[in-house]
């Protein structure tokens, strides 16, 4: 078929981990009708009353197949689930013609259903969270506002850098707060990092070896490489004319991490999966999350591009905020950019195919202006 399959109205919010929070109150507002899947009806409507939704959203047990049999042509599916449980909710999509979002990276098992869902005229938006999601945002728009200021054909370098992290609000002796589950987090640091340093292509096998310190407002972080950031080279669209010096996306820690999480290293070095699960089961047990607890994340993007004629054309975003006793900070970091992005859906402005955020400067502005009318906080700093 031609097209999209228009919005029905109708979204399907699956999962109701740490990163639910008021992006599910924001779709209530604005969807027709919202259904929270969860592992039982009850489970869900416990869900719903901690966010102040009862009544506004539909309690519903995400038990085999419920789901699938409830979806029709032009419902949305947010997926909240582990990334690798994205590909079978993204199949059933298809079947029945329903639009899917989530905020987690591409994997190939989602890739290989594009071709399929665009066919069916089905919305594939991926990436649409914090880190990926308001880091595509921040560094298209800063892309954008370089290329107005210097030209598309004038020769230049460039450093681009994105670093994002989620941290206690106040600071602990291991320096750090578990905001996602501890087996991603050590599977993340079990991944080479590859990126760009001084022109030239560098493989990081073990990402804590090349942290380096991070100043931000005058506060020291520690900051390293994370994953492969060499795709985005290309999905960034930087003009042609402008040559790479470094361009790094990783992750930001507090000032001492590295030197808190060396007996954790120690064993990343050394141990196969069932010792890094069990170990992941240790360190959720010997730092465990309680709700008085206060999180933080700070997510820095910032361009400098220099045409050897003066002084270089700079550029840097940084959003800094904290949890609060109704929402942690990651909650609201991830669930309001995605909200957002399945409103687009519903709107119709998306068409059918893959999408990660919003992928040009003019509607990753358009995004950025709208989670700021939504109270979400951030700077924007020019240089020349």
Known sequence: MTGRVPASGTVHWVGAGLSTGSGL????????????????????????????????????????????AALEPGDAVVSMLPAPEHAG?????????????CSSYVSPEVAEQ????????????????LDPGVDHLFAHSLIGRARARIGEQTPAGYRLTSYCGGVPAVPNDFRYRFSWAPLGVLNALRSPARYLEDGAETTAG??????????LGGETFEAYP???????????????????????????????????????????TAADDERIAALARE??????????????????????????????????????????TDESAMARCVSRPLALGVRHILDGSLPAGLHRAAETAQRADRWLA???EEGMEFMLTLGQ
């Open 283 to 324: 360190l959720a047990a010997a730092h465990p999350t309680t709700k008085a607890d206060r999180d933080r994340v700070v997510l820095s993007v910032s361009l400098e591009v220099d045409t050897g004629a003066g002084r270089p054309w700079t550029g840097a975003y940084l959003l800094d905020t904290t949890g609060d």
């Open 226 to 268: 994370n994953r492969d950031s060499l795709p985005f080279l290309a999905r960034y669209d930087l003009p042609a004319a402008w040559t790479a010096r470094t361009f790094v996306r990783g992750t930001l820690r507090l000032d001492g991490w590295r030197k808190a999480w060396e007996p954790v290293f120690e064993e990343l």
């Open 206 to 215: 073990r990402p804590w070896e090349a942290t380096r310190p991070l100043v």
């Open 370 to 372: 709208e989670l700021a």
């Open 89 to 101: 909710l993204l199949a059933a999509c298809v079947r029945a013609g329903a639009h899917f979002a």
């Open 114 to 129: 594009v071709p399929a869902a665009r066919a069916a005229g089905v919305v594939v938006l991926t990436e649409a969270g």
């Open 25 to 68: 109150a924001a779709l209530c507002a604005s969807a027709g009708r919202v259904l929270l899947w969860h592992r039982t009806a009850d489970r869900a409507a416990e869900a719903l009353a901690g966010l102040g939704l009862t009544g506004r959203a539909e309690p519903r047990a995400l038990t085999p197949g419920a789901l699938a």
